[in-house]
Antibody, heavy 121, light 107 residues
Framework: EVQLVESGGDLIQPDRSLRLSCAASGFTFDEYAMHWVRQAPGKGLEWVSGINYISHVIGYADSVKGRFTISRDNAKNSLHLQMNSLRAEDTAFYYC??????????????WGRGTLVSVSS | DIQMTQSPSSLSASVGDRVTITCQASQDIKNYLNWYQKKPGTAPKVLIYGASNLETGVPSRFSGSGSGTHFSFTISSLQPEDFATYYCQQFASLPLTFGGGTKVEIK
């Protein structure tokens, strides 16, 4: 069974840093691209960043570019999101998601339950 | 960036009703369109990928259609467990973008 478990969320002050992690199990981690998606309270889903299976960064949302860094450790089956210069608007549940490839295109086929980041002074 | 416009933003329906949600892309995304279900406190779940392909294990009452810029998502007979928020998402180009969501509520 595919499992993705996020951790690292916390209540943190603006301009501080936080590192999120996602532990993957139940599949061959180094065969899949991975993504971070967030949902602010009462808002919709927002893609944050993605990374391919050999650690080439797929991209970042404009809202986090230059502040967030995605990375992965295939030896440890883990995905990370380094979040610097945090702002109140970064407050959200952060989900890691697996990128599935099909002949009909890519989609996010497995998701974790999320970790809450709350940015407030 | 490709903008995804989803409508309606909310709807009220009864068990057994047929429900249709639409999603319009700001440019041609071919069939690179996915639909997700989100319930409070749970992880999002993919229902439809590639505009019309049913994800494994998803009930056949869910369906999707469309290509290019206009897409639709249908629940043929709404069940109690279907009350949730639904999102379209394009995977044609970066940044990946989601529609604003449609909250399906009990009438």
């Amino acid at each position: 069974e595919v499992q993705l478990v996020e951790s690292g969320g916390d209540l943190i002050q603006p301009d501080r840093s936080l590192r999120l992690s996602c532990a993957a199990s139940g599949f061959t981690f180094d065969e899949y691209a991975m993504h971070w998606v967030r949902q602010a309270p009462g808002k919709g889903l927002e893609w944050v960043s993605g990374i391919n299976y050999i650690s080439h960064v797929i991209g970042y949302a404009d809202s986090v570019k230059g502040r967030f860094t995605i990375s992965r450790d295939n030896a440890k089956n883990s995905l990370h999101l380094q979040m610097n210069s945090l702002r109140a608007e970064d407050t959200a549940f952060y989900y890691c998601a697996r990128d599935a490839t099909s002949i009909s295109g890519n989609y996010l086929d497995s998701w974790g339950r999320g970790t809450l980041v709350s940015v407030s002074s | 960036d490709i903008q995804m416009t989803q409508s309606p933003s909310s709807l009220s329906a009864s068990v057994g009703d047929r429900v249709t949600i639409t999603c319009q892309a700001s440019q041609d995304i071919k069939n690179y369109l996915n639909w997700y279900q989100k319930k409070p406190g749970t992880a999002p779940k993919v229902l439809i990928y590639g505009a019309s392909n049913l994800e494994t294990g998803v009930p056949s009452r869910f369906s999707g259609s469309g290509s290019g810029t206009h897409f639709s998502f249908t629940i043929s007979s709404l069940q109690p467990e279907d009350f949730a928020t639904y999102y379209c998402q394009q995977f044609a180009s970066l940044p990946l973008t989601f529609g604003g969501g449609t909250k399906v509520e009990i009438k």
